[in-house]
């Protein structure tokens, strides 16, 4: 609702802000779509599954539990041998240090050299078999290990964990002597503990290797999830392998967000899908309403609107403190609605749940609830006017999307215990919510430059500051726009017009006339100011009530669309009765018209045509000598017809069917108006 404007050319800077206001909309909404995908469901096995339909997005395998691969784990560790290597050298620098010690120091301790040949055959056989730490050999224990394989000259030995030897356990070997034949204090004195070192070196590569061929063997998936293939439904019973099933898609998410490919990936997704999207919303207003898409108040509105949804559903999602089904999202439709049409309401709200429903796990259930809450919102709040109108479409909408809702949980539940009550508190919240559209429409009149009906309603009270002061210094004029108001709103109502908007326009179409009252003859009572002026100045002082008038609109804050009904309402015409006037005086004169031109323009909406015939036809049947049915429908045809052929509704959407509607609503209702009353009879004494 924004004033007149015509345009010869092509507009680079609209195209610009269109394009400008594409971008930023494709932008905004892709930078907070979440990038990270977060899998917030929480299921137990053997529970019911609460939420809707769960189909996988994308194939991914079923891993087994974790008790399953820690039985195949340990099963298949039972053929793990890890490999070591034998030092040769280290066994015979030891055999050869003790064969020099005990030439020097030990044979005056044992001077029998049976005890020296004994110690020496004993240490070649347990470095034969192989000396290991004490920590590896309590480390090979610990994890079951059976054998091991001792390299040796490019072979390769199996043998027994039980074979080798620790130090301590070599020493005890030493010491394990026939005491028949060996004194085992003369051995103790010997301290072959100096003779035992590690020969058996732990080769952690060829291990490690031996370990993954073994761990490659075993599968760590049991089945394959297609994309598209359905997991669950609301309802169903979680056995072991849908549990499986939704713990293998939670780790294939968690595994999937991780790298850097797969969220750039994401990202080209989203801004690909949301240019689509915002794409497809505007060339629906290109090709059906062009009127919005030419205008940057309607755009910024709508943009913002669908921008603010996708928004605040991306925030809720990737911060999870409240459920998404408390937004109000049937407050976008509602404002649209009020502010524009249905059918560009619905469209909006459309493109906006789609927008909102990528950031969802779970969008198919969404989309249907919003659709119809959506629809339920637009018919049930046609025209706002009362406060009380949004709070019956409140209750409507949270009706629909409880009744919705449980129709779909009756669907998919095996029993009536199964049905989830705790969404409905959302419901709720959500209906609550929805009443401070009431407040918010004030909000954004004020930034996009829109009038709601509630503001029409509250300019079209009799008991506002302007109508008052208008009642008291133009009592005629004011009585003429309360007739015209209601000539106007029943013509309204029968062309499908925007019956409050006229009426609030013919209420304020007259007040330039408050600064000069007595100028026009609704309010002259015997003297008429204009008998002491030319033609041309009494044409100028009526012609000024419309620039008068736009000055005190602007000076009380009136709003646009209420500026146009009173530059409109006389169009581009003449004050004929001073111009024919002033044309019969000087008939040899060529009379310059726009002395006599009220500076318009020429009606551009169906209401503006309307307030134009109902004022002219009202003012003119206070001139009829008598009131019959032929003389009214002749005024009435007459004024109009020529308004008609003199070309004042060429710019506005009226069409001949319209006009011939509006003459039967005038007719009719100055019948009514001025009907003949009964005389009543006088009492005979």
């Given amino acids: 609702m924004k004033s007149f404007q015509t345009e010869s050319q092509f507009s680079y800077k609209k195209f610009f802000y269109k394009c400008g206001i594409f971008l930023a909309a494709v932008l905004i909404i892709a930078y907070f779509l979440p990038r990270e995908g977060q899998f917030n469901y929480q299921f137990d096995i053997n529970k019911p599954w609460k939420y809707g339909l769960l189909q996988a997005s994308f194939d991914f395998p079923i891993y087994k539990g974790e008790d399953e691969v820690k039985r195949e784990q340990d099963s298949i560790m039972a053929n793990y041998h890890p490999y070591f290597q034998l030092s040769e050298t280290a066994g015979k620098q030891v055999i050869a240090q003790f064969k020099t010690d005990y030439n020097k120091q030990l044979r005056q301790i044992i001077p029998d050299p049976t005890y020296s040949h004994y110690i ?168 059906f309403r062009r009127d919005y898409y030419d205008k940057k108040g309607s755009l910024s509105i709508l943009f913002f609107l669908i921008i603010f949804f996708p928004v605040i559903t991306s925030i809720i999602v ?32 459309i493109l906006s749940i789609l927008l909102c429903s990528i950031c969802l796990r779970t969008p198919h259930e969404f989309i249907l609830l919003q659709t119809v809450a959506g629809m339920a919102s637009i018919y049930s709040l046609r025209e706002l006017s009362q406060r009380s109108q949004l709070l019956r479409s409140a209750l409507i909408v949270v009706a629909a ?80 726009s309360l007739q015209v108001a209601n000539l106007c709103a029943a013509a309204a109502n029968r062309i499908e017009a925007k019956s409050q908007l006229v009426r609030t326009g013919a209420m304020y179409h007259d007040i330039g006339k408050m600064l000069n009252p007595a100028f026009f003859t609704e309010n002259q009572s015997g003297i008429n100011p204009h008998d002491q002026l030319s033609y041309k100045q009494s044409a100028q002082i009526v012609i000024s009530h419309v620039t008068d008038g736009i000055k005190l609109a602007e000076k009380n804050n009136l709003p646009e669309v209420i500026k146009d009904f009173i530059r409109t309402h006389h169009g581009k015409g003449l004050t004929k009765y001073f111009y024919i006037s002033y044309q019969n005086e000087h008939p040899d004169e060529e009379v310059d018209k726009e002395a006599f031109r009220y500076p318009g323009p020429n009606p551009f909406t169906k209401e503006q045509a309307i307030l134009m015939m109902a004022d002219s036809v009202e003012a003119a049947s206070r001139s009829l000598k008598e009131y019959t049915e032929e003389s009214i429908s002749n005024l009435v045809d007459k004024i109009i017809d020529s308004q008609v052929q003199e070309g004042y509704f060429k710019e506005c959407p009226i069409t001949f069917k319209d006009i011939a509607n509006v003459k039967t609503v005038f007719k009719e209702k100055l019948k009514t108006m001025y009907h003949t009353r009964i005389s009543y009879p006088e009492l005979k004494k």
């Fill in 318 to 349: 990737s911060h999870p403190f409240i459920s998404v089904y408390v937004v109000p999202f049937t407050m976008l439709p509602m404002i649209v609605r009020i502010f524009l049409d249905s059918r560009t309401a619905f469209m909006a709200h």
């Fill in 401 to 480: 999307y409880s009744l919705l809702y449980l129709a779909l949980d009756l669907i998919h539940v095996n029993d009536v215990s199964q049905l989830s009550t705790s969404i409905y508190f959302n419901f709720i919240v959500n209906g609550i919510l929805l009443l401070f559209t009431y407040p918010l429409l004030f909000i954004l009149e004020k930034t996009f430059g829109f009038t709601s009906n509630v503001t029409l309603v509250e300019l079209s009270n009799i008991n506002n500051k302007l109508m008052r002061e208008m009642s008291e210094v133009a009592p005629g004029t004011f009585n003429h």
């Fill in 120 to 287: 020496e055959r004993k240490l070649e056989e347990i470095y034969a078999k192989g000396i290991v730490p004490v920590e590896q050999l309590a480390q090979l224990h610990k994890d079951s290990i059976l054998s091991i394989q001792i390299v040796y000259q490019n072979t390769s030995i199996l043998q027994s964990v039980s074979e080798i030897y620790s130090t301590k356990r070599a020493y005890e070997a030493l010491m394990n002597v026939d005491t028949l034949r060996y004194n085992k204090s003369l051995l103790q004195r010997c301290n072959l503990n100096n003779y035992l070192t590690p020969n058996l070196i732990y080769d952690a590569n060829k291990s490690e290797l031996a370990k993954k061929d073994l761990l490659s063997s075993i599968s760590w998936a049991k089945g394959f999830v297609m994309n598209g293939q359905k997991i669950i439904d609301r309802g169903e019973i979680i056995n072991q392998q849908t549990y499986n099933i939704l713990k293998s898609l939670q780790r294939e998410w968690d595994k999937r967000n991780e790298t850097t490919t797969e969220k750039r990936l994401t990202l080209l997704g989203q801004i690909l899908f949301v240019a689509i999207i915002v794409g497809c919303f505007m060339m629906y207003l290109a090709l």
